[in-house]
């Protein structure tokens, strides 16, 4: 009878039996974990192990065919705190599991009873695997603290993502906050409007000096804004001229405040209604290209990067024309560069780094870069986006990048440097959504 089950009976004197037995009983442990319990040793610990792993990778299909049918979904319900927290827990169980189950696996394959060679053969791929699993454990329960520390700094705790007249409409906001610079300024404006069901994207540039200024009839800045003033100051106006303007909000700070009225600015000037705000600091940018691998920019003509003020210029390098793969420093500043070129040419080149670095967000890239990622992205961007709508920004980045992004640049010679026909801009954003709208649905 013992040897008609040698797994769990074997007959000890036969040492090729043994070595055979032995490497099976390994082999399983790291293959099935709890198999080898079931048919040589503890039923009871082997079937809870076993029972674990199938229900692990049950798991696992089940988040694959739900993404497939549901990503935005599936997205936010991972991305919730206590969710997260849970799977840290089972990460760290499942880990103490594992190395009870491999011990008692080596337990099991009685590697005393095969020769020498065999012994140390054994040990050391169970000792590897021992160390190999402990650490991808640690890790992914690291990504998870990472993912947790991300969500907790980025987005906003409560709220919804709700489409407006089946769009969802954000200003994405380049800001200059480094030493030598007094205060905060937007130095570039950016309306990004997405459709809800096709993820097509259009980005409307309105430029930082433009003014006098269009906000909507319920904005508080209508009608006291000064006319003089350009487009970025409006976030100096609510900060630090008229504090009282949005008693609604709760900010000792003013920045939430700014925020506010750089969201009117946008809506007003282009007619959408903007509901959040996207912050991107320009000391956390070069950072965050580099997180991403680079980026690749189709450079119209060679440039140089000089800045400082207008008699003292500073030299920074320089680009040639044609597809180049660039760094964060270089794409920094590609997008900053201004003394050589005019306000109008900086905007295009702003627009060419935010679709590069839309089109880097892949999830291979997020996958194999998202430490790096993580740390860069709290110093790269703020915003009041709800966490709950990280789902769907998921879905319709996925979907964009499938898409040519549309573009309107508010400059000439289209548009007047200032006092720009409101109706003429009108119109021309209405055309680039159907524009928009055409594209996608020939495609």
């Avoid at 037995?21 to 040793?41: H, K």
């Avoid at 997260?84 to 189950?101: D, K, Y």
């Avoid at 603290?145 to 709220?159: R, Y």
């Avoid at 003013?254 to 007003?268: E, I, P, R, Y």
């Amino acid at each position: 009878m013992s040897y008609q089950t040698p797994l769990r009976t074997p007959r000890q004197q036969d040492e090729p039996l043994m070595r055979r037995r032995a490497w099976w009983i390994i082999l399983l442990n790291f293959l099935v974990p709890g198999l080898p319990q079931v048919v040589a040793g503890n039923r009871r610990l082997g079937r809870l192990g076993l029972t674990v792993w199938l229900l692990g990778i049950a798991g696992v299909v089940w988040l694959l065919i739900a993404s497939h049918g549901d990503i935005s979904g599936v997205v936010s319900w991972l991305t919730s705190t206590w969710v997260l927290t849970a799977v840290q827990a089972v990460l760290v169980a499942w880990c103490a599991l594992w190395v009870v189950l491999t011990i008692d696996a080596f337990r099991l394959a009685r590697i005393g009873r095969v020769r020498p060679r065999a012994r140390v053969a054994l040990s050391l791929l169970t000792v590897a695997g021992l160390v190999a699993g402990s650490f991808v454990t640690v890790q992914a329960v690291s990504y998870v603290n990472s993912a947790k520390g991300v969500l907790d700094q980025l987005f906003a705790d409560q709220g919804s993502l709700d489409p407006v007249d089946g769009r969802y409409n954000f200003v994405l906001l380049g800001a200059d906050s480094g030493e030598g610079r007094e205060g905060m300024r937007p130095d570039s404006i950016t309306v990004v409007s997405v459709d809800a069901e096709t993820g097509a994207a259009v980005m409307i540039g309105i430029p930082r000096d433009l003014h006098p200024v269009r906000f909507p009839a319920d904005s508080p800045l209508n009608g006291v804004y000064p006319s003089s003033w350009k487009a970025n100051g409006a976030y100096t106006y609510a900060t630090q001229i008229k504090t009282d303007l949005y008693p609604d909000i709760d900010d000792s700070t003013g920045f939430t405040q700014g925020m506010q009225a750089m969201k009117d600015v946008a809506s007003g000037v282009t007619g959408l209604q903007i509901q959040y705000y996207v912050l991107i600091d320009m000391n956390g940018f070069a950072a965050m290209v580099d997180a991403l691998g680079g980026v690749d920019i189709d450079v119209q003509e060679h440039l140089d990067f000089v800045d400082g003020s207008d008699t003292n210029h500073v030299y920074h390098g320089s680009v040639e024309a044609g597809m180049q793969h660039m760094d964060g420093e270089t794409a920094l500043w590609y997008a900053r560069s201004r003394k050589t070129t005019s306000d109008w040419d900086r905007m295009r080149r702003q627009r060419q780094v935010q679709e590069a670095l839309l089109k880097q967000f892949t999830p291979q890239t997020l996958l194999t870069k998202f430490q790096d990622i993580a740390a860069a992205s709290p110093e790269f961007v703020n915003t009041d986006i709800p966490r709950s709508g990280v789902g769907v920004l998921t879905r319709l980045a996925g979907l964009s990048r499938e898409q040519e992004i549309g573009t309107l640049e508010l400059t000439p010679p289209q548009f007047a440097e200032s006092n720009l026909d409101w109706g003429s801009v009108d119109s021309a954003v209405a055309d680039l959504l159907a524009s928009s709208a055409a594209s996608t649905s020939t495609n």
